[in-house]
């Protein structure tokens, strides 16, 4: 059998130079805003976890903390990302 072709294989197509630029705004709009409402404990969970890409216990391990403090701030940081994303998307 032949190997699928790009349009067979489900791949998303590349976004356009404007979609991307529109992508990066919101990513940096995003991140100002997590910095602007963190606590400094919170931004050094966004970082280690968001930036860095350490699991839970590892962050928490680097802060000197339980694994759960790390799981709330999680919680508490996607639910801003929610939010921001929730009133930057354009109105239908």
């Known amino acids: 059998p032949s190997a699928p072709s790009a349009s067979t294989r489900g791949n998303a197509a590349t976004p356009s130079p ?4 529109i992508g990066r ?6 991140s ?4 602007a409402e963190l606590p400094e404990r919170g931004q050094l ?6 930036e860095d890409h350490l699991g ?5 391990k680097v802060m000197g903390v339980k694994t759960q403090v ?3 701030w999680q919680h508490k940081i996607r639910g801003l990302s929610r939010a921001f994303l929730a009133d930057a998307a354009p109105a239908a």
């Open 18 to 21: 404007e979609q991307a630029a």
């Open 25 to 30: 705004d919101l990513l940096d709009g995003l």
């Open 32 to 35: 100002a805003h997590l910095i």
């Open 45 to 50: 969970v966004l970082k280690l976890v968001y």
């Open 56 to 60: 839970p216990a590892e962050a928490a």
């Open 70 to 72: 790390v799981y709330n």
